[in-house]
Nanobody
Framework: HVQLVESGGGSVQTGGSLRLSCAASLNPGDTYCLGWFRQAPGKEREAVALIYSEDRRSYYLDSVKGRFTISKGTTNTKQTLYLQMDSLKPEDAATYYC???????????????????WGQGTQVTVS
């Protein structure tokens, strides 16, 4: 069973930065796709950024390209997923979720239904 725990959300002014973290309990050798999704009130959950475990290929939502950076690191047996968010805009405000699914071939998995495990979410407010 995979556990994902996000942290790092908060409130910033327009133009500010935040870094989100997601601690993931994953087995060494697993291949997977890790992603950040967000959901604002009254809106659907959308994929913001994805990264593949094997080759670190990444995907970004068009509106965050050049401002957000997804990365991951390994410490002992823990994987940590990061989302560095710079030049934040009010429209970036949402609850951000970390998600994981086993690796698949083909197009990047961009819908929430394609992900098996989710974190509890962390709130980002931009004013």
């Amino acid at each position: 069973h995979v556990q994902l725990v996000e942290s790092g959300g908060g409130s910033v002014q327009t133009g500010g930065s935040l870094r989100l973290s997601c601690a993931a309990s994953l087995n060494p050798g697993d291949t997977y796709c890790l992603g950040w999704f967000r959901q604002a009130p009254g809106k659907e959950r959308e994929a913001v950024a994805l990264i593949y475990s094997e080759d670190r290929r990444s995907y970004y939502l068009d509106s965050v390209k050049g401002r957000f950076t997804i990365s991951k690191g390994t410490t002992n047996t823990k994987q940590t997923l990061y989302l560095q968010m710079d030049s934040l805009k009010p429209e970036d405000a949402a609850t951000y979720y970390c998600a994981m699914r086993p690796l698949i071939s083909g197009a990047p998995p961009l819908t929430s239904a394609q992900y098996t495990f989710w974190g509890q979410g962390t709130q980002v407010t931009v004013s």
